[in-house]
C-alpha cells in the first residue's frame, strides 16, 4: 500500500481511520426498483459464475498487490446481495473472511431475498450488520415508490434479522408521490418499535433535478414538504434515542456505520465489482459499468478505470467540506490544515462568510456545521463551495 502512495506521492495525511473501507458492488436484483439507480442487472446462471470468478480475482490481486493491506470495514451494496443463493454467498464472502471479527462488515439485504439459512451463512462467514431496505410499512408507499416487497415481507424480514444480527439498519424512504407526514411518522414509529441500532432516512430522488434532499433545485412547494418530513424524522428519532449524525443518517449510541463515516471524512476505500468506486493511493477511480468490461479492467491490473482523478490536497479538502457538511459534527478545521497542508483554505472564506450571515453555516470550537436552518439545503450548500 505504502508503494502505490509513494509511486502517487501524495502530500496529504489520512484521515483519522485504522485502515481502509473495502466496498464490493454486487450488481444483481430479481427486480429492478423504480427509484434505484445503481448499476445493477437480473442474474442469470452464467453471469453469477462469471462475477464470482471475476471477484475472486480483482480481490487476489488486490491483497497480492498490497499484503499488508488492513480493512476498517467492508460493505456489500448493490443490487441486492441477498439475491444470491445461499450457496454463493459463502463463495462472495470467503475472499475476505481473513477480515472477519475484525472489522465492521455490512450486507445489504431486500426484504423479499431474506431468509434464515441465508442470514445465518452470512453471520458464520463474518458479516456482523445488515441494511435492510424495507423503504416503508405502507403498501400505498411501497407501491408509488415501485417497491416489489409487500409489508409483511418486510416485518417477516426484520424478524428473522434481529434473531441473528444484533447490529441491523434499516432504511426508509420520504419523498414519495401522495406520501403524508402522518404516513412518514407511522413509518418512523414502527422502525423505531424495533430494536435496530440504526435507521437510515432518504428523500426520494426524481429524474428531473435533485430535491432537497438529494442536491438540487426544484419547484418551491416540493421544498417545503421535504423540509417538513426531514425535520419530522429528525425530531422523532432522536426523541426514541437515535442521534443524527449525518443528514440521512441516525443511530443508537456506539452504532455510527463506521464504512460510511470514514467515507465521508475522505478516508481511504477500495471498491470492487462493476462500477465500484475507489479512492486509494492518491487515486480516485471507478470500474466500468458492466461485466465485460469490468473483468478486462480486473485483467489490466485496473488500466481502464473510469474517471480517474489524481488527488491533490486542494482536491482533498473541497471533498472533505463537500462530504463533511453532511455530518452533523461538521468540519473540523484545524484537522483540515493538518491533513491537507499545501491546500488554500482562503478561497472558501467568501462562501463560509456568506452562508453563516445568511444563518445557514455556524463556526463552533474550531469546526463549521450546519445550522438547523441549514440541514434541510445541505447539497446545495455544500456546491455552493464547488
Known amino acids: 500500500m505504502r508503494k502505490e502512495q509513494d509511486k502517487l506521492k501524495p502530500s496529504f495525511a489520512p ?17 429492478i426498483c423504480e ?15 462469471f462475477y464470482l470468478e471475476t471477484l475472486a480475482a480483482e480481490a487476489r490481486a488486490l491483497f497480492e498487490k498490497y499484503p499488508d493491506f488492513r480493512a476498517q470495514s467492508i460493505f456489500f451494496g448493490g443490487g441486492t446481495p441477498t439475491s444470491l443463493s445461499i450457496q454463493n454467498l459463502p463463495i462472495l464472502c470467503k475472499n475476505f473472511e481473513k477480515f472477519a471479527g475484525k472489522t ?3 450486507v445489504e439485504a431486500a426484504p423479499s431475498t431474506i431468509t434464515p439459512q441465508k442470514l445465518k451463512a452470512l453471520k458464520d462467514a463474518g458479516a456482523n450488520r445488515l441494511s435492510l431496505g424495507v423503504q416503508s410499512f405502507s403498501e400505498k408507499t411501497l407501491r408509488a415508490l415501485g417497491c416489489p416487497h409487500p409489508t409483511n415481507a418486510a416485518l417477516k ?24 407526514l402522518s404516513e412518514w411518522e407511522a413509518d418512523l414509529s414502527k422502525a423505531a418499535s424495533y430494536p435496530v441500532k440504526h435507521i437510515s432516512a432518504y428523500c426520494l430522488e426524481f429524474e428531473s433535478g435533485t430535491g432537497v434532499c438529494a442536491g438540487n433545485a426544484k419547484a418551491l ?31 443508537k449510541a456506539g452504532y455510527e456505520c463506521a464504512h460510511n463515516l470514514n467515507t465521508w471524512q475522505m478516508g481511504e476505500w477500495v471498491g470492487l465489482g462493476p462500477a465500484a468506486a475507489s479512492q486509494f493511493g492518491g487515486l480516485r477511480r471507478k470500474n466500468p459499468l458492466s461485466l465485460p468490461l469490468w473483468k478486462k479492467n480486473v485483467e489490466s491490473g485496473w488500466e481502464l478505470s473510469e474517471d480517474k482523478v489524481v488527488l491533490d490536497d486542494q482536491e482533498m479538502l473541497l471533498s472533505s467540506i463537500i462530504f463533511g ?6 468540519v473540523d478545521i484545524g484537522l483540515q490544515k493538518k491533513r491537507f497542508p499545501k491546500a ?12 453563516r450571515e445568511s444563518g445557514l453555516l455556524e463556526l463552533k470550537n474550531g469546526k463549521i456545521r450546519l445550522t438547523k436552518k441549514g440541514i434541510p439545503l445541505a447539497d446545495s450548500i455544500a456546491l455552493s463551495f464547488v
Not at 481511520?17 to 473495502?22: L, R
Request: glycine share 6%; proline share 4%; charged share 25%.
Open 15 to 31: 484521515a483519522p481511520t485504522e485502515g481502509v473501507g473495502i466496498y464490493v458492488h454486487v450488481p444483481f436484483c430479481a427486480r
Open 35 to 49: 427509484y434505484c439507480k445503481f448499476y445493477k442487472t437480473f442474474p442469470s446462471i452464467s453471469d453469477i459464475s
Open 104 to 106: 465492521e462488515w455490512t
Open 157 to 180: 424480514a426484520l424478524d428473522a434479522a434481529l434473531e441473528v444480527f444484533e447490529n441491523v439498519n434499516i432504511d426508509l424512504i420520504f419523498g414519495a408521490d401522495g406520501q403524508t
Open 221 to 251: 412547494p416540493r421544498q417545503i414538504s421535504e423540509t417538513k418530513f426531514l425535520r419530522l424524522a429528525i425530531a422523532f428519532l432522536e426523541s426514541r434515542g437515535f442521534r443524527h449524525y449525518e443528514i440521512s443518517n441516525y443511530a
Open 325 to 330: 457538511l453532511r455530518m452533523t459534527d461538521g
Open 344 to 355: 488554500d483554505f482562503s478561497i472558501y472564506e467568501s462562501t463560509a462568510k456568506r452562508l
